[in-house]
């Protein structure tokens, strides 16, 4: 008898109950945390931590953390709601079909090149203001170009959201990943740009590279698909004219006006609107299609809130201090390449405990700075080290709510994504090592 993955759902309440498990076994210790001027965010003070009383979480507080975890998610829930929904209606409207039709009639000779394009759009998301939840709502679009160019869904998925999360974890100006660590631990920005910046390129190539070659390998229809010219009337230019400048307006947002989620759902709540009205649906027809695009992607954003619930039970019971402080400590008496290499792998492994990139640069930058400091080493590497080791790990680790998110949309199986995507996750982290390693003599 074949039996099936389990469903996202069944992953995620699996790891909730590990993690309520866990606090059994791991004391509870803390740091003490004094607020950063320069960031405006609290931090810990290395050398603080002490045990506190244990905090076991009980069967009630277990359930308790599932609402609560979407509660504290309702904001990036929202923005997939509205955002989804402002797509499905733009869907609706058959403006996004005919885009993508003409977009691939275009570039019938060079598909290579589409792919490159479409996969630095995402790259340079991420790398800008580290696009990742945004992805979710765009995967009716993943899937209609998949279709049309006969690709594999997975590499289609590595070439936007794989490609936004790479972009964030090498950016040299990624304000919620590197800027953030860089601030923390008081390293010039200037400092290691040009460095970054190669590593960066050198990363593009490789994960692009690989997912442009092996989305087409994957692909079991040999069939070539049939390009034709198509028509966009003034109404349909004009709805993928709003589509476009919303995606635009949306980044310059977030780095001038300093917008949250919020801001960005009110966007598109409007752009969808508009977008209804203008390819004729009428209003009871807008409301129709934007009320089915939150039936889409309800579940999309129930998996982020059960995402956030991993991390509320073990921020409750205070381990996550207790086991951030038993990873860095053994490091202090290592050689420094080896010492590199394990603050590299802890980055790694706190990541699957706490999956917000700025919750880990607060938690951790403080304790790896005076850390690298003690090796006689730039604290370059500590930044490096969390920049690539801790962000990178967004690719596989199913309480990343985004990942699992885009998954689900996309009816791709956890284990289908991991079967796929692995090898050139660890290309890229292996280009992270490197950087590392390397930056102990470029720094020195």
Known sequence: MKHSFPHPLVILLS?????????FIIPSGAFDRILDEKTGREVVVPGSFHSTEDRNISFYDTVLSIPEGIIA?????????????????????GALQLG???????????????????????????????????????????????????????????????????????????????????NISNVDFEEGFAYRIVFTVLAFIVWTGFHIH?????????????????????????ILALVAAGMVIMPWGILQRDWGYNE?????????????????????????????????????????????????????AQVI?????????????????FATVGIFVSQILIHGIVPSTSGQAVLTIPLATPLTDLLGVSRQVAVLTYQYGGCLTDLIIPN?????????????????????????????LGIGLISSILALFWFA
Do not use: H
């Open 15 to 23: 790891i909730v109950v590990v993690a309520a498990v866990s606090t």
């Open 73 to 93: 998610g309702a904001d990036i829930i929202v923005l997939i709601l509205l955002i989804g929904g402002a797509f499905y209606v733009i869907e609706k409207t």
């Open 100 to 182: 993508i039709e003409a977009l691939v009639y275009r570039f019938r000779n060079s598909q290579s090149a589409l792919l490159i394009i479409f996969s630095s759009f995402f790259f340079l998301g991420g790398i800008s203001f580290g696009m990742q939840e945004e992805v979710i709502a765009m995967v009716p679009i993943l899937i209609l170009l998949s279709k049309r160019i006969n690709f594999d869904i997975r590499a289609m998925i590595s070439l936007s959201l794989g490609s936004a999360l790479v972009g964030g974890s090498f950016s040299p100006i990624n304000p919620f990943g590197s800027l953030l660590a860089q």
């Open 214 to 238: 092996w989305g087409k390998s994957n692909v079991l229809n040999s069939e070539k698909p049939e390009f034709k010219p198509v028509k966009i009337s003034k109404s349909n230019g004009l």
């Open 264 to 316: 960005m759902s009110a966007l598109f709540f409007v752009i969808g609107i508009c977008c209804g009205l203008i390819g004729k649906l009428g209003v009871n027809g807008t409301a129709r299609a934007y009320s089915q695009g939150f039936s889409e992607l309800i579940f999309a954003g129930i998996i982020v809130g059960l995402a956030r619930s991993v991390y509320l039970i073990l921020e409750q």
């Open 321 to 337: 201090d207790t086991l951030i402080q038993g990873m860095f400590s053994p490091l202090e008496t290592m050689p420094t390449a």
């Open 400 to 428: 990343n709510g985004a990942l699992m998110a885009v998954i689900a949309a996309a009816s791709v199986a956890y284990n289908e994504w991991i079967s796929y995507v692995w090898k050139s996750f660890l290309l890229v």
